[in-house]
């Protein structure tokens, strides 16, 4: 297998903003990965990613419910092996020292550009 013929890595989304979902599934296409599946609250995260067990996933920390981006992704990596790019307005160090205790390929401050995404896959995908 050639490496254009490589199999694209999954993407899951979990923002709760709607228009963010949107350009973040844009950009991610047009980069050639495959965005199989969004989400809004970490319960509703946890729940899909056990299920799609995406190779990658786009985590926002503010999410809507009781879970938090950071909450969510502790309880997908007890059960799944999967990467974690968090995308958040949360520079503090509450968020990046809470962030620490997970295995996570990057952490992004939004706003975030086509070409820091490209860069923050290619750190996974190589």
């Known amino acids: ?18 228009f963010q979902i949107f350009i973040l599934e844009k950009l991610i296409r047009n980069l050639g990965y ?3 599946g969004k989400s809004s609250s970490g319960e509703e995260a946890v729940q899909l990613a056990l299920r799609l067990k ?21 309880a997908i990596q ?6 974690i790019i968090y995308i958040t307005g949360n520079s503090d160090d ?4 809470r ?8 952490y992004l401050i939004k706003p975030v550009t086509k070409a820091i995404i490209e860069l923050s896959l290619k750190k996974i995908d190589s």
């Not at 509450?94 to 020292?97: A, E, L, Q, S």
């Not at 962030?99 to 990057?106: I, L, V």
Request: proline share 2%; glycine share 4%.
């Open 34 to 36: 495959d965005v199989i």
């Open 78 to 83: 007890e059960k799944i092996s999967t990467k």
């Open 99 to 106: 962030a620490e205790k997970t295995d996570y390929s990057d």
């Open 1 to 18: 297998m050639d490496s254009k013929e490589k199999k694209s890595l999954s993407v899951f989304i979990v923002e709760d903003d709607a």
């Open 54 to 74: 995406p190779d990658i996933i786009f985590m926002d920390i503010s999410l809507e419910g009781e879970m938090d981006g950071i909450d969510a992704s502790i």
């Open 94 to 97: 509450y968020h990046r020292k």
